[in-house]
């Protein structure tokens, strides 16, 4: 799933409304399941509970036939080998949690993102003399969305690095596991293992590997919009000339986040529950993580700082030049009575107005550079840091956690 057209792409047929861009050019469908599944005759209504339906089927088909085959194998259960599939959590986290994430944060994204691409068209931040230019970033971003070719790239890279590395990693221990015998001359994956490496793990990296290209596509449409001619105002009340929407916007990634988390989580468990590693020792690797998540999600923000900037000195000097103006006029009348007698200053409405020149202008001088706020970061690194708050209780027991949060708020 990513952009893509469902019938054609955004031109001068389709040019936009001030007021909304065609719904029949906005869907995040596309690439190559998607265009298999239209060629077999799947219709878009199904195509539709197919994808929802993507966050139940995609881990079954990834998880289910390997508890199957190492319950064949005698690898399921605690003490048939060194590390039973029952205890791999690692493999659990990353098939039942982290992947329902990934496609849970794709249909979130195709709620949130499609109202945000609108907006700029809606609240006229885009003139009628760019709309051109603009449709035509939209239709690129859909057509590289709707590409089959990266979808082949992708898969291409993830049976490469798997035939290359995985395989090697898998087979590299020193004691039998569930997915490989024991390191040696004779060291093999399991049928288990054969599913997971070629099968359940490249699902895993296909959506994830899909979600990077996903917000590349994101960041590069943010791009093209941020170099056109804006119609971005100083005096906007969001305080980032009226793209206050794009924040809200960026929100739709909080599960990408999570999702992110839940793998960072599988990472850390086999470290921490069965090596017997404290979780403070990863702490620099943690905070990667948390960085890495807001650099995917944020950064592509950081786009339109330039215009933003040159938006709040533009309003400065012109709005500055306005209050200067009023607060004379205000004085000449007020201070110098040169219209003593014209109106009585109890009732006055130019008390009122100079004090809306001053918010006006507070206004302008308080723009941000770019559209993210505080708020905003701290819930992406709480999404990131949730999955991964289970592991607390290696460091401590619940109670423990549980009387010092009650000490905390009360």
Known sequence: MAFAPRQ???????KPTPDVIPTSVIAFTGGLVTRGLQRIGVQDRTLLRLRVAAIIILPLISWLPLLVLTAIDGKLLPGSVHTPFLLDLSAHIRLLAALPLFVLAARVAEARLLPTIQQFVARRIV??????????????AFRLGDSTLADILIIVIIYLGDTFFVWRAFTANAATTWYAGSAGPGSHLTPAGFYYAYVGLPIFQ?????WY?????????LRHVSKLNLNLLPPHPDRVGGLGFLIMGTQAFTFFA?????VLAAWLSTRVVFAGKHLPSY????????????????????????????????????YGALASRYAN?????????????????????DIQSLADMSGSYDVVQSMRSVPITTQMLI??????LLPVAPLLLTLMSLSDILKKLAGVLF
Do not use: C, Q, Y
């Not at 054609?8 to 389709?14: F, P, V, Y």
């Not at 702490?283 to 950081?302: R, W, Y």
């Not at 819930?379 to 990131?384: D, H």
């Open 258 to 262: 999570m999702a992110h988390g839940a």
């Open 283 to 318: 702490k620099t690797e943690i905070i990667v993580v948390v960085i890495f998540v807001l650099l995917l999600t944020v950064a592509p923000l950081f786009a339109f700082a330039r215009p933003l900037a040159r938006t709040k000195r533009r309003g400065i000097i012109e």
């Open 329 to 349: 006029e205000f004085n000449e009348k007020w201070i110098f009575r040169k219209g003593e007698g014209a109106e009585p200053l109890v009732g006055s409405a």
């Open 206 to 210: 296909f959506i994830l590997l899909r």
């Open 379 to 384: 819930a992406f690194g709480i999404a990131t």
């Open 213 to 221: 290209f996903r917000l590349f596509i994101w960041a590069r449409f």
């Open 8 to 14: 054609e792409h955004l031109g001068k047929a389709s």
């Open 127 to 140: 003139p009628e003399a760019s709309e051109d230019k603009f449709n035509a970033a939209v239709a690129s």
